[in-house]
């Protein structure tokens, strides 16, 4: 699982800042956070997540490694924080859209996702690991998947579980949209949906077993010589750690 988040700091000792305005280093704290994440995601899909090393990361990144460390401790940080990065990517992805259209662009982008493919092809372990997760987590993913598509937790969960088998058996993009069209008639709206036009989900509510499920598990890869694995601190709190380490 993800770690506990930590504590809010308390405002009264936080500086003033003016609403809306952005200072430049915090800019480009953004930028280069999200340019490290695009060359991790190219980095496990050239070499999967056992084979990449923070300084494969940083490579792919185009940065030194002393800046990989900037951000992040470890390997297995930067796996944990790009997985968080595509879930809400694939949140707005599915907000955005109709029904049928979100859950064929869920399915194509799980099923063409080039890390993916790299574990299912060279690491499956690793793939299992990850999509293996325990009650809490499966129903926080539902919950998310829910709000996306606008439906009620057992519809939510139905699709989920589809979209897990897709992550491990992508098949072709016409069988995942053909299908995509045929669940969607099956899922049911939320009762506290509104402004969605017609309803969707023209089958009945059918209850759904619970059980492990897509994308969330813990990423523990493996630590390469001179990482010290996940620390247990929250992505994102890492800014300005001390000196990095001296690249090997």
Do not use: C
């Not at 930028?31 to 494969?56: N, P, Y």
């Not at 401790?73 to 907000?95: F, I, N, Q, S, Y």
């Not at 919950?143 to 939510?156: E, F, H, P, Q, T």
Request: proline share 7%; net charge negative; aromatic share 2%.
């Amino acid at each position: 699982m993800f770690p506990t988040p930590v504590r809010p700091a308390d405002p009264s000792r936080v500086p003033a800042h003016a609403p809306g305005a952005h200072t430049r280093g915090g800019n480009a704290m953004g930028r280069t956070r999200l340019g490290l994440l695009a060359g991790a995601a190219r980095a496990f899909a050239e070499r999967g997540l056992r084979g990449s090393t923070m300084q494969s990361v940083a490579a792919a990144a185009g940065v030194a490694k002393a800046t990989l460390y900037n951000h992040f401790r470890t390997k297995d940080e930067v796996a944990r924080v790009l997985l968080a990065a595509e879930l809400d990517r694939l949140a707005a992805l599915a907000a955005g859209l109709p029904r049928d259209r979100a859950l064929a662009s869920l399915s194509d982008e799980l099923g063409a996702h080039p890390v993916l493919r790299r574990l299912a092809e060279s690491e499956p372990d690793v793939l299992t690991s990850l999509l293996a997760v325990g009650p809490d987590r499966w129903a926080e993913l539902t919950g998310r998947l829910a709000a996306a598509l606008r439906v009620d937790a057992d519809s939510a969960d139905l699709a989920g579980r589809w979209l897990l088998g897709v992550v491990l058996q992508p098949g072709r993009s016409t069988t995942r949209h053909r299908l995509a069209a045929r669940l969607t008639t099956a899922l049911v709206e939320a009762p506290d949906a509104v402004g969605s036009g017609e309803r969707e989900g023209a089958g009945e509510d059918q209850p759904v077993g619970t059980g492990p499920g897509v994308a969330g598990g813990e990423v523990t890869v493996g630590v390469e010589p001179g990482d010290e694995g996940i620390d247990g601190r929250v992505a994102g709190h890492d800014d300005g750690l001390q000196d990095p380490p001296p690249d090997a």
